[in-house]
């Protein structure tokens, strides 16, 4: 069985993300989406939140999986039994840094790791989990960018709410 790790922040999950999920599940037999629980960065979402966004974000393609790690992803992908990252590539910035960690990670785990790129849909090419927090916290339009119940929690997490009554202007509490 041929399985993979999508390892992320996620924090949001963004449609830039859900389509790296859908198209790498369409090729693995198995993908576990796998968020880092970085000690070092201040997430917007905890990790049990995340967990349960992604869980409800890809609640409709059975072959995929939502866990957590901390740690190296050489380390939780050995335990896993799975020797193949998946990553995004959105632009030439992107490309550098995703290189130079494949790379390690592929020296590191003694080339028992190796990572898969997907280039982005270009409809999604500008999306980043940081805009979207960003766009938001200003009461700003982020339903190109995220699922309707994730936009509702981002909104929720700054104190703003959506003003239906006035095809959804939004509005600071
Ligand atoms: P990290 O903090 O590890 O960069 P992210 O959650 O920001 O985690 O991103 C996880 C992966 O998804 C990275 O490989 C990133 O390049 C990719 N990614 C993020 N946004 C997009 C997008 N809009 N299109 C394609 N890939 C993306």
Do not use: W
């Amino acid at each position: 069985m041929k399985r993979a790790i999508y390892p992320g922040s996620f924090d949001p999950v963004t449609y830039g993300h859900l389509d790296v999920i859908r198209r790498a599940a369409s090729v693995f037999d198995e993908l576990i989406v796998s968020i880092l629980n970085n000690k070092e960065k201040k997430p917007l979402f905890s990790l049990e939140e995340r967990v349960k966004i992604l869980e409800r974000a890809t609640a409709d393609l059975p072959n995929v999986k939502v866990d957590s790690f901390s740690g190296l992803l050489i380390d939780y992908a050995a335990s896993q039994d799975i020797h193949v990252a998946i990553r995004g590539l959105r632009a030439i910035t992107d490309f550098e840094y995703e290189l130079q960690i494949a790379q390690t990670n592929r020296v590191l785990s003694k080339e028992d790791l190796d990572t898969m790129f997907f280039t982005t849909s270009l409809e999604y090419s500008y999306l980043s989990s940081s805009s979207v927090k960003e766009i938001a916290s200003f009461g700003g339009d982020i339903s190109k960018c995220v699922p309707d119940f994730v936009a509702d929690m981002v909104y929720d997490k700054f104190g703003i709410v959506r003003d239906t009554a006035s095809s959804g202007r939004i509005t600071n509490e």
